[in-house]
């Protein structure tokens, strides 16, 4: 794989960093030059064990004994918030932040800590509260990103040039959000220190801190997993792997009385602060949408495919924003619970409505063209690009585009959308027209989706809105296509004299939502076909503490830009030219006809 772009941390030096960290707690002076503590006596005493269990990073053979801990009697895992730091720290390292740190400094029932950034927070443990100076700033990945980032592919040569797509940070807005106080007291989540340390439960941890690295700690009442937030390291190809039928072999009957209450107050929080779409739900908390709806009693009972039947109803049934749905259930569950509860419940009713959709377009679709779609298709004077996932397969599967030509792959976006540039921009070319067809497209990764704007208009400038801080940002990119690693004029289609145009329908949902509305605001681009589907939220996976995991919008809400103002892109794009039958997407001799005769 190419060096530049492998995203997980090393297992040997997470092992490594909390073999040294538990044994030693706040006496530790550094976590491989990212964390550095100092310790003082804590007023506020707590009755805290610990246990040595087994931590299994991210596969079955990765495998080290360090500590959790338990407060006040209870079964509700904690841990020490130094040996947590430590852990984060060093994916941020991986993750593309080589000089990222944590200091840790206490003061009592008060712990700090400050990034290298300057920006920092505060936990009360007499409070319950958690205080962010600039809680955007705090967790951002990076230094040189702005404070809401949608894209991950932060790649760069052994020069520290930018490789394949850019940001402009000059070009960029920011306007930074208000400072929050995270109050865990008003949803009985208690945080916990004594003369050894200062402790807080796994969950409160995954959902405040662990988003940005895409990662989550799960207890399955042995053993720790650190593992992809997605699931994926337990799930893969529709089978467990080892570390999932490792994860799924505890399974409790019930569980305790304490476990049970705080994975329902941490839930509602989770919700209550990182669910992007609250007020489009018109939900004024999540414990009222649980009473209100019943599922409070499922979620409050105990019995582990219960409450996992209740996460599923709150996605499919009361949430069904699409950018939502359940991924595994909880390790006490059947590990095939979630193929029964859909064939049960089914998906949601949006979700189930636009999949319908769906299939009508790509019925019609193949009436054109049975043997598939290319990615690239010239017809007469128009030249179509067309995908159905914004993908970085391509980059995934290690190909290196610096070395190796991109090719005629509807199937990885970045390849397609180069080969297509350079394909139109030859010598001889007949395009006059360019039609991105995203008809059939259902979203996928940020990055690609920037890096398709950029290379059609020259730059893409995409907007986010933090519905949790209120920061709004917008950030400027540029792609390199024909992999020179310039970023200039020779990699867009823009100011070429092209008519450009995108084939949208109610199936081109998130990114493939989120492009033709960008398109929308340019006047170098037009819509057609029918309204895209909508979907203005970044995806946020979550879990809950009793090992469930689901994903869903998050607070960072895609947004475009006009006369200074954010609108989100949740109702879709209207098109400026409708098309009323499915089969006038893909009739292309005709539909070439068409776009000649608007000029």
């Given at each position: 794989m190419n060096k530049i772009l492998k995203k997980s941390v090393s297992a040997a030096l997470i092992c490594a960093m909390l073999l040294t960290t538990a044994a030693t707690a706040l006496n530790v002076t550094a976590y491989a030059d990212t964390t550095t503590?100092?310790?003082?006596?804590?007023?506020?005493?707590?009755?805290?064990?610990?246990?040595?269990?087994?931590?299994?990073?991210?596969?079955?053979?990765?495998?080290i004994k360090s500590p959790i801990y338990f407060a006040n009697g209870t079964d509700v895992p904690y841990l020490e918030i130094s040996d947590f730091i430590g852990v984060m720290a060093q994916y941020y390292v991986a993750n593309g932040n080589p000089d990222c740190k944590f200091d840790v400094a206490t003061n009592g029932d008060t712990v700090t800590l400050t990034r290298e950034n300057g920006h920092l927070c505060s936990?009360?443990?007499?409070?319950?509260?958690?205080?962010?100076?600039?809680?955007?700033?705090?967790?951002?990945?990076?230094?040189?990103q702005t404070l809401v980032d949608g894209h991950n592919l932060i790649l760069k040569d052994e020069n520290g040039k930018d490789l394949y797509l850019k940001t402009n940070l000059k070009a960029s807005n920011e306007r930074y959000g208000k400072y929050i106080t995270l109050d865990l007291d008003a949803y009985d989540i208690d945080l916990v220190n004594d003369d050894n340390g200062y402790y807080l439960p796994i969950q409160t941890l995954n959902d405040i801190f662990l988003k940005n690295v895409m990662r989550s700690m799960l207890y399955n009442g042995k053993s720790v997993f650190i593992t992809a937030a997605d699931g994926s390291s337990l799930r893969a190809n529709g089978e467990l792997t080892p570390l999932g039928k490792l994860y799924y072999k505890n399974k409790p009957k019930k569980f305790s009385k304490a476990l049970t209450l705080y994975n329902y107050n941490e839930l509602c929080?989770?919700?209550?602060?990182?669910?992007?779409?609250?007020?489009?739900?018109?939900?004024?908390?999540?414990?009222?949408?649980f009473l209100e709806t019943g599922l409070?009693?499922?979620?409050?009972?105990?019995?582990?495919?219960?409450?996992?039947?209740?996460?599923?109803?709150?996605i499919s049934n009361y949430l069904d924003d699409q950018h939502s749905s359940y991924a595994m259930p909880s390790y006490a569950s059947d590990s095939e619970l979630t193929a029964k509860l859909r064939k049960k419940y089914g998906n949601g009713l949006s979700f189930d409505t636009s999949?319908?959709?769906?299939?009508?377009?790509?019925?019609?679709?193949?009436?054109?063209?049975?043997?598939?779609?290319?990615?690239?298709?010239?017809?007469?004077?128009?030249?179509?690009?067309?995908?159905?996932?914004?993908?970085?397969?391509g980059l995934a599967s290690g190909l290196d585009y610096y070395q190796t030509a991109p090719e005629n792959n509807p199937n990885d976006t970045i390849g397609i959308m180069a080969y297509s540039v350079q394909q139109i921009l030859r010598k001889g070319s007949p395009v006059k027209n360019v039609v991105l067809d995203l008809s059939c497209n259902g979203g996928g990764a940020i990055d690609t989706a920037c890096y398709t704007v950029a290379a059609l208009l020259g730059k893409a400038d995409i907007s986010l809105e933090?519905?949790?801080?209120?920061?709004?940002?917008?950030?400027?990119?540029?792609?390199?296509?024909?992999?020179?690693?310039?970023?200039?004029?020779?990699?867009?289609?823009?100011?070429?004299?092209l008519n450009i145009y995108c084939l949208t329908s109610d199936a081109s949902f998130s990114c493939g939502n989120l492009v033709p509305s960008v398109l929308k605001q340019s006047s170098n681009a037009f819509l057609?076909?029918?309204?895209?589907?909508?979907?203005?939220?970044?995806?946020?996976?979550?879990?809950t503490a009793t090992g469930t995991l689901f994903r869903t919008s998050s607070s960072n809400r895609i947004s475009f830009l006009k006369n200074g103002s954010f609108y989100d892109v949740d109702e879709g794009a209207a098109v400026d030219y409708a098309l009323s039958k499915k089969e006038s997407f893909y009739d292309r001799k005709k539909l070439v006809e068409y776009i000649d005769g608007l000029m």
């Amino acid at each position: 794989m190419n060096k530049i772009l492998k995203k997980s941390v090393s297992a040997a030096l997470i092992c490594a960093m909390l073999l040294t960290t538990a044994a030693t707690a706040l006496n530790v002076t550094a976590y491989a030059d990212t964390t550095t503590t100092v310790s003082t006596t804590a007023s506020k005493a707590d009755k805290v064990t610990s246990k040595n269990v087994n931590w299994y990073i991210e596969s079955k053979e990765t495998k080290i004994k360090s500590p959790i801990y338990f407060a006040n009697g209870t079964d509700v895992p904690y841990l020490e918030i130094s040996d947590f730091i430590g852990v984060m720290a060093q994916y941020y390292v991986a993750n593309g932040n080589p000089d990222c740190k944590f200091d840790v400094a206490t003061n009592g029932d008060t712990v700090t800590l400050t990034r290298e950034n300057g920006h920092l927070c505060s936990i009360d443990f007499t409070k319950n509260s958690i205080y962010f100076s600039d809680y955007n700033a705090f967790i951002k990945l990076k230094t040189d990103q702005t404070l809401v980032d949608g894209h991950n592919l932060i790649l760069k040569d052994e020069n520290g040039k930018d490789l394949y797509l850019k940001t402009n940070l000059k070009a960029s807005n920011e306007r930074y959000g208000k400072y929050i106080t995270l109050d865990l007291d008003a949803y009985d989540i208690d945080l916990v220190n004594d003369d050894n340390g200062y402790y807080l439960p796994i969950q409160t941890l995954n959902d405040i801190f662990l988003k940005n690295v895409m990662r989550s700690m799960l207890y399955n009442g042995k053993s720790v997993f650190i593992t992809a937030a997605d699931g994926s390291s337990l799930r893969a190809n529709g089978e467990l792997t080892p570390l999932g039928k490792l994860y799924y072999k505890n399974k409790p009957k019930k569980f305790s009385k304490a476990l049970t209450l705080y994975n329902y107050n941490e839930l509602c929080f989770a919700l209550d602060h990182f669910y992007g779409l609250k007020e489009r739900h018109n939900i004024s908390s999540f414990n009222e949408l649980f009473l209100e709806t019943g599922l409070a009693a499922d979620l409050l009972s105990r019995d582990p495919e219960k409450m996992d039947r209740a996460v599923f109803k709150l996605i499919s049934n009361y949430l069904d924003d699409q950018h939502s749905s359940y991924a595994m259930p909880s390790y006490a569950s059947d590990s095939e619970l979630t193929a029964k509860l859909r064939k049960k419940y089914g998906n949601g009713l949006s979700f189930d409505t636009s999949n319908d959709n769906l299939n009508e377009f790509l019925a019609a679709r193949a009436k054109f063209y049975p043997d598939g779609v290319p990615g690239y298709e010239e017809v007469g004077d128009t030249a179509f690009i067309t995908f159905d996932q914004f993908s970085i397969a391509g980059l995934a599967s290690g190909l290196d585009y610096y070395q190796t030509a991109p090719e005629n792959n509807p199937n990885d976006t970045i390849g397609i959308m180069a080969y297509s540039v350079q394909q139109i921009l030859r010598k001889g070319s007949p395009v006059k027209n360019v039609v991105l067809d995203l008809s059939c497209n259902g979203g996928g990764a940020i990055d690609t989706a920037c890096y398709t704007v950029a290379a059609l208009l020259g730059k893409a400038d995409i907007s986010l809105e933090d519905t949790l801080t209120g920061a709004l940002v917008t950030t400027r990119y540029y792609a390199d296509t024909n992999f020179d690693k310039k970023f200039n004029s020779k990699d867009h289609l823009a100011g070429k004299g092209l008519n450009i145009y995108c084939l949208t329908s109610d199936a081109s949902f998130s990114c493939g939502n989120l492009v033709p509305s960008v398109l929308k605001q340019s006047s170098n681009a037009f819509l057609i076909g029918q309204t895209s589907g909508g979907g203005a939220c970044a995806v946020l996976s979550l879990c809950t503490a009793t090992g469930t995991l689901f994903r869903t919008s998050s607070s960072n809400r895609i947004s475009f830009l006009k006369n200074g103002s954010f609108y989100d892109v949740d109702e879709g794009a209207a098109v400026d030219y409708a098309l009323s039958k499915k089969e006038s997407f893909y009739d292309r001799k005709k539909l070439v006809e068409y776009i000649d005769g608007l000029m």
